[in-house]
């Protein structure tokens, strides 16, 4: 029973992270996001391919904590700096659940008021 649960655990785990990256790749292409912030993720995965490391890659698993610990600041730092609305947007339709902005709720109840005049 506990080994089942482990890998429901690990499928969990493996589902958030690629929602993640499909959150950060639907923000990316979102019009809405500024530019500015768009930099930071490939300012990010920039670092990680360079040669140039705060902590050298000569000790084993020291060398890359510089690394991961860059890429998720700043990508936890990028979907935070969002706009809210943007970010509950895409993350909705990743998971498959409907979006209802505040935009939409007050459109359904829009009155248009005029005057019908026949001469």
Known sequence: MSNNRDVTNQVG???ALINRARLIWHLMRDS?????????PIAAALYV????DL??????LFGQLDDLGVLLVSIESFIALCPS????EHRARIEGREFYSAADANRSNETIDGEWRVK
């Open 13 to 15: 785990v493996f589902k």
């Open 85 to 88: 609305h943007v970010v509950e």
């Open 55 to 60: 902590l050298p890659d000569v000790a084993p």
């Open 32 to 40: 809405r996001v500024p530019v500015y912030l768009k930099a930071l």
């Open 49 to 52: 391919v360079s040669p140039v």
